[in-house]
T-cell receptor, first 115, second 112 residues
Framework: NAGVTQTPKFQVLKTGQSMTLQCAQD?????MSWYRQDPGMGLRLIHY???????DQGEVPNGYNVSRSTTEDFPLRLLSAAPSQTSVYFC??????????????FGPGTRLTVT | GEDVEQSLFLSVREGDSSVINCTYT??????LYWYKQEPGAGLQLLTY?????DMKQDQRLTVLLNKKDKHLSLRIADTQTGDSAIYFC????????????FGTGTLLAVQP
């Protein structure tokens, strides 16, 4: 198993550009999520999904869109990038039953800089 | 709102014990977790404790939970240079284990 994979590893965007961060997992996990990691603030949940076709907002959803058309993929879209979205983004997945999920497996992260 | 706090930095000598502390606010948390992040990598789950437990031991790791004070600690015995990393505690949000609130992380530096 490859586990949780994320692409790209690094990205530089100009303010106002759009892009999609890719996340895929091959463990057949129902639950997937996106976090951002900023210095001194730990990880904050952006959006999550408890299964294909179901997404919900986390702690800091503004400026980001997600969709979950398959179990394997959970892309994160930035429609109009802002410098405040400069961060490291982590995708995670886990086996889950409703509100209960087991160990979350994290991807290696995408380092995004918005100038 | 929910808040999970940790001290930012801890320095220990190789072979000593390390104790990393965490305080949380959500009294409905069902599980509390410790994650390790090495440079340039994602987070790796180290251990977790169910909220009705006081202590959990797993090889060199000991987790202590004081539910009354909402205080969680991670003790690493015989700390090695390979333990140098950032350690995050996390609590479940509203009891739902698929929503985690993370602390700010503690950088553990192990001196040889």
């Amino acid at each position: 198993n490859a586990g949780v994979t994320q692409t790209p590893k690094f990205q530089v965007l100009k303010t106002g550009q759009s892009m999609t961060l890719q996340c895929a997992q091959d463990m057949n996990h129902e639950y997937m999520s996106w976090y951002r990691q900023d210095p001194g603030m730990g990880l904050r949940l952006i959006h999550y999904s408890v299964g294909a076709g179901i997404t919900d907002q986390g702690e800091v959803p503004n400026g980001y869109n997600v969709s979950r058309s398959t179990t394997e993929d959970f892309p994160l879209r930035l429609l109009s990038a802002a410098p405040s979205q400069t961060s490291v983004y982590f995708c995670a997945s886990s086996y889950s039953v409703g509100r209960w999920s087991y160990e979350q497996y994290f991807g290696p992260g995408t380092r995004l800089t918005v100038t | 709102g929910e808040d999970v706090e940790q001290s930012l930095f801890l320095s220990v000598r190789e072979g000593d014990s390390s104790v990393i502390n965490c305080t949380y606010t959500d009294s409905s948390s069902t599980y509390l977790y410790w994650y390790k992040q090495e440079p340039g990598a994602g987070l790796q789950l180290l251990t977790y404790i169910f909220s009705n437990m006081d202590m959990k031991q797993d090889q060199r790791l000991t987790v202590l939970l004081n539910k009354k004070d909402k205080h969680l600690s991670l003790r690493i015995a015989d700390t090695q240079t390979g333990d140098s990393a950032i350690y995050f505690c996390a609590e479940t949000h509203g009891g739902a284990t698929n929503k985690l609130i993370f602390g700010t992380g503690t950088l553990l530096a192990v001196q040889p």
